[in-house]
């Protein structure tokens, strides 16, 4: 009996892609007066990039998430379709 396996990085792309589509939609509706709700965020993160120096390069590390309502809409919306597929 073959068994319907489903892989962890399928599920990774659904929901960052649900993120990113959550957040365009949050982006434009952050226009319309009684969606703007959708586009309430908070950021975390490196506020300023840390730089480490070796003497013969130097790297430059920074990361900041921005989450709103929208976006945590379309991440439940990709998980719920991943589910059903």
Same mark, same amino acid.
């Given at each position: !009996?073959?068994?319907?396996e &489903?892989? %962890?990085? %399928?599920?990774?792309i659904f929901?960052?892609s649900? *993120?990113?589509v959550g957040?365009?939609?949050?982006?434009?509706? $952050?226009k319309v007066?009684? *969606?703007?709700w *959708? #586009?309430y965020s908070?950021?975390?993160?490196? =506020? =300023?990039?840390i730089? *480490?120096d070796? #003497?013969v !390069?130097?790297?430059t590390?920074?990361? !900041?998430? &921005?989450i $709103?309502? #929208? #976006? %945590?809409?379309?991440?439940?919306?990709? %998980?719920f379709?991943?589910?059903?597929?």
């Amino acid at each position: !009996m073959a068994t319907k396996e &489903k892989n %962890i990085w %399928i599920l990774l792309i659904f929901i960052l892609s649900g *993120l990113v589509v959550g957040g365009l939609l949050g982006e434009l509706a $952050s226009k319309v007066d009684w *969606l703007w709700w *959708l #586009s309430y965020s908070q950021k975390f993160g490196l =506020e =300023e990039p840390i730089t *480490l120096d070796l #003497s013969v !390069m130097q790297i430059t590390f920074a990361l !900041m998430f &921005k989450i $709103s309502i #929208s #976006s %945590i809409v379309g991440m439940v919306l990709a %998980i719920f379709i991943y589910k059903k597929v």
